[in-house]
């Protein structure tokens, strides 16, 4: 594996339950970074210049959806009137 193969592997450990991971060989040398959670359309493209911070660019998105899955939870408890 290449140096970039095992960044892209890391990344995909990380967050390949949720997100598709890849990268592209730009013509002058070097990479660009894609992430898109996985299901999501072509228009909600993550991009960055490395994968460290592709990885910056997607842990607040993580947090994001931990929020809201959180408040969906506690708002599906306030329906049931559990506590």
Known sequence: MTAV???AAALRTKHG?????????LALGGYTWC???HGD???NVVHADTAGHL???IRPRE???AADA??????G??????D
């Open 5 to 7: 193969e095992d960044q």
């Open 17 to 25: 339950k949720r997100w598709k991971i890849w990268y592209v060989p």
């Open 35 to 37: 992430a898109r959670i």
């Open 41 to 43: 359309d072509l228009r």
């Open 55 to 57: 990885d910056e660019h």
């Open 63 to 65: 947090e994001d959806l």
């Open 70 to 75: 959180r408040l969906s939870e506690d708002a």
């Open 77 to 82: 408890r306030d329906l049931t009137g559990d």
